[in-house]
């Protein structure tokens, strides 16, 4: 099997030749093509930090394993390590973190056993990037839960948690207050629970999950959350087992996979062979696991945690009276360890089954549609305007311009309702949103939608609009505070 490998930038070429290094000394049955990615790329002119040549190879063998890489500072150039795990739809994002003894916490202090896999949404939420400065003021922006996008990454949360034989599966979430994004989200949740009987289903407030991720970390196995909120929830877990440095990261998808360390480049220590690259090596072993290398990783994985047990330790963790080693002298005495059983969580050691590489030559981009709603109608318009006015007078002129077929239903601004009612102590900034529905209760249409915006855009600046639909009796918007 091949894969393509991208060292990365600062410690990445370092940490990378010692993963590469123990493999090839465990005789890993996987040839490498380097690719071209990374600070350099940008720097030579290529946009998204990868070179076609990069793109092309990684297409067509379908697996990514890379170091850190760094996103040149300034404004229009977003993330390689972004850009890479969009464009091939590794929708889930998979973390492990388990107590590795030799790494001291407070948990592992205290006896406290940890083993966490977070499996966060990696395409959607607010890491869409799409985003607006509707005035100087305001910046506004979207944030993309979608039905299929959430259904490929909780069935795939549940399925690896089946074969993990876990016993219990959470779902992070917000859904209190964000009722469509996130109540999308847990709803998808549930349909999925169905399908699994076997696995123990719930879902905790994202807040509450944090607080008892810190008290309790051993109550929870499997969590799946939406992007922003699993990025954070990730980080947090590091924290509970040692730190970034121990923090593995899986980006999978259907077609392409990507396997990294979370950490970043670490340019503070680069260039001085001294960095831990344990993160990285565990995301090896988890992209052994999956091209079903499983003899490999396990060995591996059992010298590691041997490793670690004895105390040897590169600068950044492990008893500080012990002289730490460097990254190369860390990936020798691992190879050192190979055949040895830790004292803790020893890996059972299963025989190699590659899984063939399918053909998934894709001739175009798949539609991920989902279930058809009947009976849908548009109902209103919110409208986004611009206005430094008290709410009455913005709700006196466009009055006026509801005409026959709109109502003026309510003003809210920063989403708390301040006309026809509200509090003289809500503060305001410079944009409204302005709600108008149909006047007779009669489904509109796009040209009556039209008409409203042409008529208010001679009174206001309108910075946005969002249609008001209803599926059936559903409402498919949300309401103001207060309203
Ligand atoms: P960082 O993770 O690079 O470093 C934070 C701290 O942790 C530093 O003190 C560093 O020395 C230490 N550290 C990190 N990894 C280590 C290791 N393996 N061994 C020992 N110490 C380690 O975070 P940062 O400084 O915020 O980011 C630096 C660059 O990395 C930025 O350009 C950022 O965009 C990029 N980055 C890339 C990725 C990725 O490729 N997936 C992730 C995060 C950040």
């Not at 006896?111 to 100087?136: A, C, F, K, S």
């Not at 990025?231 to 593995?248: E, M, N």
Request: contains cysteine; charged residues 20%.
């Amino acid at each position: 099997m091949k894969i393509a490998v991208a060292k990365g930038d600062g410690i990445g070429p370092e940490i990378m030749e010692a993963v590469l290094k123990i493999f090839e000394a465990n005789k890993v049955p996987l040839e490498y093509e380097v690719v071209d990615m990374g600070k350099w790329v940008f720097d030579k002119g290529f946009s998204n930090g990868m070179t076609p040549e990069a793109q092309q190879t990684i297409e067509s063998l379908g697996m990514l394993f890379k170091g850190p890489m760094e996103t040149p500072k300034g404004k229009g150039v977003k993330s390689v390590n972004v850009t890479a795990r969009k464009t091939w739809n590794t929708f889930a994002n998979k973390r492990v973190f388990q107590t590795l003894h030799g790494v001291d916490t407070v948990f592992s202090k205290a006896g406290i056993p940890i083993d966490i896999t977070v499996v966060r949404e990696n395409i959607e939420d607010t890491y869409g990037g799409i985003e607006h400065m509707l005035t100087h003021d305001v910046a506004l922006s979207r944030r993309f839960i979608t039905r299929p996008g959430s259904m490929q990454v909780i069935r795939y949360a549940f399925e690896m948690a089946k074969q993990k034989k876990a016993k219990r599966i959470s779902c992070g979430h917000k859904a209190n207050i964000m009722k469509l994004t996130d109540g999308l989200f847990l709803d998808c949740f549930y349909e999925v629970a169905k399908e699994y009987p076997e696995l123990k289903a719930d879902d905790i407030i994202v807040d509450d999950l944090c607080m008892k991720l810190v008290t309790r970390p051993d109550t929870f196995d499997v969590v799946v959350l939406t992007n922003l909120q699993g990025d954070i929830v990730s980080d947090l877990c590091a924290g509970l087992v040692g730190g970034l440095g121990f923090a593995p990261s899986a980006n999978v998808g259907d077609h392409i996979s990507i396997f990294e360390a979370v950490h970043g480049t670490a340019p503070d220590i680069a260039g001085k062979n001294i960095a831990n690259p344990t993160a990285l090596l565990l995301s090896g072993i988890s992209m052994l696991q999956h091209l079903g290398l499983t003899e490999n990783a396990a060995i591996i994985e059992n010298a590691l945690l041997y490793t670690l047990e004895s105390g040897v330790h590169t600068g950044d963790f492990g008893d500080k009276s012990k002289a730490s080693v460097n990254t190369t002298e860390f990936a020798n005495a691992i190879i050192g360890n190979f055949g040895k059983q830790p004292a803790h969580n020893p890996k059972p050691v299963f025989p190699n089954q590659p899984g063939t590489p399918t053909p998934f030559k894709l001739k175009e981009n798949a539609m991920m549609e989902s279930k058809e709603v009947g009976n849908e109608n548009i109902v209103g318009v919110d409208m986004f305007i611009e206005s430094n006015e008290q709410p009455l007078a913005i709700a006196t002129k466009c009055q006026r311009h509801a005409g026959v077929k709109f109502k003026l239903v309510n003003i809210s601004n920063r989403g708390t309702q301040v006309w026809p009612t509200g509090s003289v102590y809500t503060n305001l900034v410079n944009v409204y949103n302005v709600r108008f529905e149909s006047l007779d209760g009669e489904p509109l249409n796009q040209q009556d939608i039209l008409g409203l915006y042409v008529s208010l855009s001679g009174n206001f600046k309108i910075a946005s609009s969002e249609l008001l639909n209803m599926w059936g009796d559903k409402k498919a918007y949300s309401v103001a505070a207060g309203q």
